[in-house]
């Protein structure tokens, strides 16, 4: 299989999130064409990319098939939609594509610094006492007793007696690229993220992730709020990085916006778990989410989690 063809099976498979208002004036097959045609130009959907039948659209809508076929034969009609004898419909190849994979990749290495040289002179960081008894609880030990151990040594092993010599070269630093495709076609289909398979970077874990983040957004002396209390290897990654800490509390709602700018207005960045802070395990709400977003916007600032 060619890489082309490759990617293209990547493209396939995640069925896109259409939503229809049945007591709109505007006829059904009007929001379902107006609907594929804003994902695809804001690129949310790719050339090559399989959509659902319009049988299979029309059984999720809970509606008839007419409305669809009518959506799909406008799509079609205007070059948004091709047809694949035996295969099905398709996001057109015909459209622009976009994409600078590597004018990405050279700005994201120009912007990754060196860590701080006083990084060498920090104490070693020391688990807090409150972590040491959680027995099953204990944040970074998944449920390994659930892993599907024989399912995965059996693909591991069929995958290795097909191993290409290319597999034993370095690969792209960012990961590979078929794989960065899926997950960014997951999250523009399913999340509705706007985002480009160049932006997406595979790393080894949460800490990895998080030195990078705070390596590329924050100078040293950057504050940055951080969750009170909150995942504590944040702080040992932000205090390699030079950043101040600024702790803010959490309460029922998450974060507290409120608290932070009292604390400090300016901060560079915030790190919030909004769906399941640690260890509280509360949720952030709607408002609070909205809250954080605005004072981002406001300040400049960057906010993760």
Not at 174 to 187: D, H, K, Q, S, W
Not at 279 to 292: F, K, N
């Amino acid at each position: 299989m060619t890489t082309q063809s490759s990617r293209s099976n990547a493209l396939r498979g995640v069925t896109p999130i259409i939503t229809v208002e049945r007591k709109s004036p505007t006829p059904l097959y009007q929001q379902i064409y107006n609907a594929y045609r804003t994902k695809i130009l804001r690129g949310n959907l790719r050339t090559g990319q399989m959509v659902p039948s319009s049988r299979e659209l029309a059984r999720e809508l809970r509606m008839s098939r007419l409305p669809v076929l009518n959506a799909y034969a406008q799509l079609l009609a205007e070059g948004y939609f091709e047809t694949r004898v035996g295969a099905g419909t398709f996001i057109a190849t015909t459209l622009p594509g976009n994409g600078s994979e590597h004018k990405v990749a050279k700005d994201l290495a120009s912007r990754l610094r060196p860590i701080s040289s006083h990084a060498s002179r920090l104490p070693r960081y020391e688990r807090p006492t409150w972590t040491q008894h959680l027995g099953p609880f204990q944040v970074g030990q998944p449920a390994l007793t659930e892993f599907p151990i024989q399912i995965w040594s059996r693909l591991v092993a069929r995958y290795s007696r097909e191993m290409k010599i290319s597999g034993l070269q370095y690969g792209d630093p960012m990961g590979l690229l078929e794989l960065r495709e899926v997950i960014a076609n997951y999250l523009r289909t399913s999340r509705a993220v706007r985002c480009e398979a160049e932006q997406i970077i595979i790393v080894s874990g949460s800490q990895q992730a998080l030195d990078i983040s705070s390596r590329i957004l924050l100078d040293s002396g950057s504050p940055v709020w951080v969750e009170e209390p909150g995942y504590w290897l944040v702080h040992h990654v932000l205090k390699t990085a030079g950043s101040r800490i600024v702790p803010v509390p959490v309460d029922s709602e998450g974060l507290n916006v409120s608290a932070g700018m009292k604390r400090c207005r300016t901060a560079r960045a915030a790190f919030v778990a909004p769906s399941h802070q640690y260890p509280l395990g509360v949720t952030m709400s709607a408002t609070r989410r909205l809250e954080i977003l605005e004072w981002a916007q406001r300040s400049d600032a960057f906010c993760g989690g």
